[in-house]
């Protein structure tokens, strides 16, 4: 039986009710799929994995600060930094390299997050849990690239 590398997977991807606004969000995708049936997936909510609810108030990342802020003004960074701990912890657990996580995410954006005023403006930037394992040397991608993934996984 062949041995794969395991990929640590936003669990919002698998159409868990782990969301912010408890929106369904599946990522439909034939990758997902292969990856799923060679049991490669190790799932995380970062967020969730931290001790925050669903639904919860929205929350960015404060751009002079990197403060995770909710909506209303409450700092959620203690929950989102746990969270980004635990999903290190399952990659070094699993022998992880490789990480799909959600855009845009104050926790798991690879490339683009919301710019911390709540307008809907997107800027460069990675979530806390995105940062954390590419610290630790985890390639993360995002649901916009997973191809680049699968030609990497494709060479090992």
């Not at 034939?30 to 799923?36: D, F, N």
């Not at 657990?93 to 997107?122: M, W």
Request: with cysteine.
């Amino acid at each position: 039986m062949a041995i794969f590398d395991k990929i640590l997977l936003s669990r919002c991807f698998l159409g868990d009710n782990v969301r912010y606004n408890s929106e369904i969000l599946a990522l439909r995708s034939p990758l997902l799929k292969i990856w799923q049936q060679e049991n490669r997936i190790i799932p995380i909510c970062p967020e969730v994995a931290g001790g925050l609810s669903v639904p919860r108030e929205p929350a960015e990342q404060q751009p002079n600060s990197g403060q995770i802020i909710t909506i209303s003004g409450s700092n959620v960074s203690k929950a989102f930094n746990e969270g980004a701990n635990k999903a290190l912890l399952l990659c070094q657990q699993h022998s992880i390299r490789f990480a799909v996580l959600k855009e845009s995410s104050p926790s798991c954006g690879s490339t683009l997050i919301y710019d911390g005023s709540f307008s809907n403006t997107k800027i460069p930037g990675q979530g806390v849990t995105s940062v954390l394992l590419t610290q630790a040397g985890i390639r993360v991608f995002s649901e916009n690239n997973l191809d680049e993934l699968a030609k990497l996984l494709d060479k090992n």
